[in-house]
Nanobody, 117 residues
Framework: VQLVESGGGSVQAGGSLKLSCVASGYTFSSRCMGWFRQAPGEGSEGVIVIGHDGSTSYAGSVKGRFTISKDSAKNTLFLQMNSLKPEDTAMYYC????????????WGQGTLVNVSS
């Protein structure tokens, strides 16, 4: 299984970015998938995930600004980020689960998002 993120970059506060995660060797079925991030000097944080039942869970700090979606036909997971803030600056990782449980066994290499004020 390989997950490859793209779409990161530098943007000014208030701007938008759309991250993509292309999965190979993995079937987009009813499994948990999501986006996580790690800011410099901080621990990992779950940003937004899709549960095995299709439900979504958001970190409070991104609710109303970030949206997760997927294109199962293209094996691609997306993260639309609007109204970006400097505190959103982090390495963003895509993660996927191996089983029906949300184990997040598979991780991408990350894509860097830098938001300037």
């Amino acid at each position: 299984v390989q997950l490859v993120e793209s779409g990161g970059g530098s943007v000014q506060a208030g701007g938008s970015l759309k991250l993509s995660c292309v999965a190979s060797g993995y079937t987009f079925s009813s499994r948990c998938m999501g986006w996580f991030r790690q800011a410099p000097g901080e621990g990992s944080e779950g940003v937004i995930v899709i549960g095995h039942d299709g439900s979504t869970s958001y970190a409070g700090s991104v609710k109303g600004r970030f949206t997760i979606s997927k294109d199962s036909a293209k094996n691609t997971l997306f993260l639309q980020m609007n109204s970006l803030k400097p505190e959103d600056t982090a390495m963003y990782y895509c993660a996927a689960s191996a089983s029906g449980a949300c184990d997040y066994s598979f991780w991408g290499q990350g894509t860097l998002v830098n938001v300037s004020s």
